[in-house]
């Protein structure tokens, strides 16, 4: 294919897997990887009146309440209604339709916002919604919040993309992720070209970090020259369903103290709370009260999202991350960054502002408001529990408790007929019999795998979001399942070993 | 501040300009730079009552209809606000508000898309609306449009950062890209550690782009083995206004054939044509006619955008991408790289599918939609050819037509006064002549150097987008000031040259 008359080299083939960035071709996203793929495609068999083994199919792999049934708050969508079409709020329905404070929080926002929800806003979100997630992160944490620490995002996610973009220069930068981490860290370090350095998890005791196992960790880094730039904490835990002690959030602070690190709080789950005396603290807070010295001088990110908590409004892609102790030019980069896209969507800005200013005891809103979350968080509750329960009723299986997020993270004993038939496809044994889960029942879960975890460790990431009409059904599936599957690969490894 | 008891190499600073990523530092993007930012703080200065030489700031920086108050169009609206708020369908008032297709067309989308607005949807967008998207393609082009092919995406912007992001190795690799261009691609480009290699537009004949030029930079790159990867086309221009002929289009497709480049063609401007024998022809459409080799060869992403337009919903971020010829492995890569932030928002999702399938004759929506539609346009050809009268008029100026796009460009001829004082304050002299229009009249633009231009030529970019209402005052306002400003840069430089 050379044209002779330009005898200079040139790509082969301009447009192929060997010609791509190869970070890009190597990072991996398990959320949405095979498995998830195949659960598409039977969905559609499913559609079509194909007979397939299971006659639904069970979107366990993402926290992603609403597509599984769950009701979004009322409050949110009639203010969301009002902005996307302000002529409803001159029709004489509208006062029959709306709450007062509905209305009025619409009128605000639309008078507000230059353009209301059709104009690009300021990059980093439009001013009068910044002020009101400001003022919710205040009266959440007791401590001021500057609204010129505030950027408003499509999600959570670019707030790790543009930590990653700023801080990774080159395979040399390195980030501590806790193991198991949500693969959004792991792709976007590779993404952008750094070094995932992992900390594991304790699961013997309830997942929580340590402080001698992070030192070593940093320890080792730095004596092969690397730099380490950052640490990521996720709590609530995802995929591991802790709630972090404020004690250790203490000791995470004051590490990232000492060794010069920026500390990521990922903490999209902060209303997800279930367990018995654990409650949420955000890393903001714990740090302001630990002191002036420290208070002002740990480089602090603290993200959000609105596609968790009681309201899981994942599809209008809305979040914020607040940076907090960053020089201002530092700042400035971020802005940067942020402007290059413009300007996050405004129906998720406005949601985020909603979020974090809800309807309060007395407006008209408020009893509606406060019924529905109760009655989502409550059945959250029940649900984690069933799972936990349904997990530790089976053979081989060990789970903690689900105290917060969205996850159940059982771990498993792979029987060593299952590792066989694994190694022989090329497969993890977790992402075998997660896809087997998945063939069998109609369950869609994320192998543990995906997420990073202790060598010969094997594990499942399973939401806790199917409705509770579906519960014991997928209950009772995943452990038939499970134990048909243990069964079948026990007699396997059993045989071979037999014949070998 | 080194601490005793770790003497490995660290940071000594581990958040500042220093250490942060080069790339990002060095990355530039005027739109959102300096003179915005300073605009909005007299914004803010006018909003607190402050006194300044003109009451009013006029966005002429960016593409932003609705925040110069231009109205959305209703049906896009009705549509979005009840897939916001679904129990609006069954209030007895809904029939009174909505027109039947507008209902039709919620109920249709909510019952299509699994979890409505509030989940997040397949990566690429939720498959009803790629669906609606790839008819609207079909309609526009008359030829086949496969949804496998199609990515909704929060605005254009992603397209760029996904294509950048695969196709950029090092910055060995090279993206030839038209000069003056919108600087989504000189940022990107450098924030993925890639090259830009540049050809110029030609001014004289119309900003159209030349063979010969095109050729000598791609063979003097190659000579320097560097690997010259697209070719991005920017149609209708910006900053420049062109509507490339179709001859040129071909001209270009074959050099990308010839060359082995991947043909990036940003078409978010194509429903904005003002020029009398003017017509948006997409590239796709005339790839596919020219014959089946380069039809089924050459591979083309084709961007849109729901922020430009006559609708100009800038705030909701929707967008698409067409990527056609694309080999398989290449696109799940692509899948993969829009997975990790896991879908795009879905109002800009459906805005999109709306804008790709508006209302057609016969349909209750239909008159008033092609009215708002008509107004729109036909308001901006006259602003725009205001804008062209205005600028030609003036000392020094001179300006091609603005036949499609949002945008004039106007060439001024810098007196050597105002070329010293910039150089003194270490600007160029164009950000001078723009920052002192602020200053002086409150008027935002951009100048021609954040766009790139030859070497040794001044422009600036204005939007046609204030309302007709201000229009003529902005005319007026630009012209004083502009006569002004070569007065007092021409005395300048005569006394300078003078005293000398």
Redesign the interface.
Known sequence: ?L?LH?P????PE????S????N??A?E?A??GAIAIKS?TYQQQLKEGKELPFDKVYQCN?G?????GQK?M?FF??V???C??P??LD?P?SK??YPPDVIERARLYLSSI??????????KGAVILRQHVAHGIERRDGHPCDIDNLWLT??A??AV?YMM?????NENDCILCPIPQYP?YS??IK??GGTLLPYFLEESQGWQATLKHLQEQV?AA??Q?K???ALVVINPGNPTGQVLDRQNQETLIRFCA?????LMADEVYQTNIYAAGKSFFSFKKVLMEMGPELASSV?LVSMNSI?KGFF??????GGYFEAVN??Q??KD?LY??A??????????QICMALIMNPPQPGDPSFELFASEREAILESLKRRAKLLVDTFRGMEGVQCNEVEGSMYAFPRLTMPAGARDEAAKEGKQPDFLYCMELLDQTGIVTVPGSGFGQEPGTYHVRTTILPPEADMAKVATKFSEFHKAFMQRYEQNGARQNGSA
């Open positions: 294919m044209t330009n200079v080299r040139r790509e301009p447009l192929a897997l010609t791509l960035n190869p890009l071709v990072a996203y959320v949405r598409a993402i992603n309440p609403q597509i599984l979004s009322t969508r009639q969301l209604s009002l996307e079409y002529a409803l029709h329905a029959e339709i230059p353009g209301g929800v059709g104009a690009y806003s300021e990059s499509d999600g996610s670019p993309h973009k700023a801080l990774l220069r959004l792709a976007t993404l952008y320890d730095r004596s020259g730099q380490v730039r000492k060794e010069k690190l920026i480089a596609s899981g409004e994942c599809g209008r892609r960053f020089p030019p530092v980069q940067k960054l402007s290059i896209s413009l300007c996050p969507n405004l129906s998720g």
